[in-house]
Structure formats: C-alpha cells, structure tokens
C-alpha cells in the first residue's frame, strides 16, 4: 500500500509558477509509473501527466504541453509537478496517484489505470 501527501499548491496569478509536490511512503516509489490528475468543480476528474519508473519518459495532456513538467526523485520517493505560465482553466485540485501496469500502454492517461492517490492540493490562478 501506498500513501502519498501532495503540496505546494495555492493562489497565483495568470502567468505565474507553482511546483507541486507528491511524497509517497509505504511501497517500492521506483515501481510505479507516477502520474498527475485534476479536477475542477463540476467536471470529471482529468489527466494532465505521467512519468516513467525512472523518469526518463514522460506524457502530458495537450492542454498542458510545454507549459507543465513532470519530474521524479526515486531517492526521495517524491514526484513533481512544475507548471509555469498559469491560466485561469489551470484551476482545480490537483491529485498524484501510482499505478504498477506499463507506462506505455494507453491507460496511462486514465484515471481508472492508477492504484494508489493522495489526497489533492488546490490550485487557484486568477485573472
């Protein structure tokens, strides 16, 4: 089982930067394939990255590409998230979750594939 505590979130303005953070505790962090998700009121519950065992391939949702940055630090058994350039539709709370199948496979982008979740950090970029 797989605990994880994510943080960093909070209130910026459009155009700024915030670094998410997930710790998770309780298992082998270097087996799963790491993901970020977020959900904003009244909608379904979206992918926004994924990143390999060992960091070194990464997936991100179109609306999010070249902005977003997904990282991992297997030493420190955390995954990031840097997300610069903020827009108001960036607006959510913003989950990690863990999941043992193959970071290739399709499902890497749905929630539904991932194992394990933290508990969420709220992001509010205003205008």
């Known amino acids: 089982q797989v605990h994880m505590v994510e943080s960093g979130g909070g209130l910026v303005q459009t155009g700024d930067s915030l670094r998410l953070s997930c710790a998770a505790s309780?298992?082998?962090?270097?087996?799963?394939?790491m993901g970020w998700f977020r959900q904003a009121p009244g909608k379904e519950r979206e992918f926004v990255a994924a990143v390999s065992r060992t960091g070194d391939y990464t997936k991100y949702a179109d609306s999010v590409k070249g902005r977003f940055t997904i990282s991992r630090d297997n030493a420190k058994n955390t995954v990031y998230l840097q997300m610069n350039s903020l827009k108001p539709e960036d607006t959510a709370a913003y989950y990690c979750?863990?999941?043992?199948?193959?970071?290739?496979?399709?499902?890497?982008?749905?929630?539904?594939?991932?194992?394990?979740w933290g508990q969420g950090t709220q992001v509010t970029v205003s205008s």
């Open positions: 309780g298992g082998t962090f270097s087996s799963y394939v």
């Open positions: 979750a863990a999941k043992t199948g193959s970071f290739y496979s399709a499902d890497s982008r749905s929630s539904s594939a991932y194992d394990y």
